[in-house]
């Protein structure tokens, strides 16, 4: 698989984690070093490791795996999103209870629900017989620095108090909106179409 390939196809995968890490970048206001490093660590990880464990499954587990992958990753975005909107919704006076997006199963959830679709390109990528060990490095870096930009993206945009609440509703709305993308993308949602 040639590099531009390669690197345009780690940039498509690292969408989903670049935008639920602004979303977390929002929710958190104030990002210091350590937490950029743990979201950006998990999720570049989490990036690298599916597309290696969908090539090792093969063909084997493709059709089950297929079946509801889509709404796996629906429902992890859809409880943090809510998360996110009963956090906008409650105002500045509970800001200080607001659960640290890059701790516990809350980054967990997100890291599976970003790198779904990494796991199905490792699946495409051992039918045509592609090495999986470099896509996966660089699936896995490329994540990892689109996280660590939308953090701090994410950061500029929740220190402004104004934008704070308007900006956690819309990191929120953007996560439900990544969960229906996949529902579509996966024939899910055809037919309301």
């Known amino acids: 698989m ?3 390939n390669t690197l345009a196809l780690a940039v498509a995968l690292a969408m989903d984690a670049f935008a639920v890490s602004i979303a977390a970048g929002v929710a958190l206001k104030s990002v210091s070093p350590r937490q950029t490093f743990r979201l950006a660590w998990h999720f570049g990880l989490f990036q690298a490791m ?3 464990i969908g090539w090792s499954a093969g ?3 493709r059709s089950r795996i297929e079946a509801y992958d889509h709404w796996v990753a629906f429902a992890l975005l859809t409880f943090v999103a809510q998360g ?3 956090s906008a ?4 006076k509970e800001e200080a209870d607001a659960k640290d997006p890059t701790k516990g199963m809350t980054m967990v959830m997100l890291s599976v629900a970003t790198s779904i679709d990494a796991l199905a390109v490792g699946l495409s990528l051992s039918m045509i ?4 060990w470099t ?3 660089i699936i896995g870096l490329v994540a990892g620095i689109f996280t660590t930009a939308g953090m701090h993206l994410g950061k500029v945009i929740g220190s402004v108090a104004q934008l704070s609440r308007w900006a956690e509703t819309t990191g929120g709305i953007v996560l439900l909106a990544i969960g229906v993308n996949i529902l579509r993308e996966h024939g899910a949602l055809a037919f309301l179409f």
């Not at 017989?129 to 999986?132: A, L, M, R």
């Open 129 to 132: 017989n592609v090495s999986i």
């Open 135 to 137: 896509p996966a490095l």
């Open 84 to 86: 996110m909107l009963r």
């Open 2 to 4: 040639e590099v531009i």
């Open 59 to 61: 063909l084997t587990v």
């Open 89 to 92: 919704l409650k105002g500045e």
């Open 50 to 52: 599916m597309p290696v």
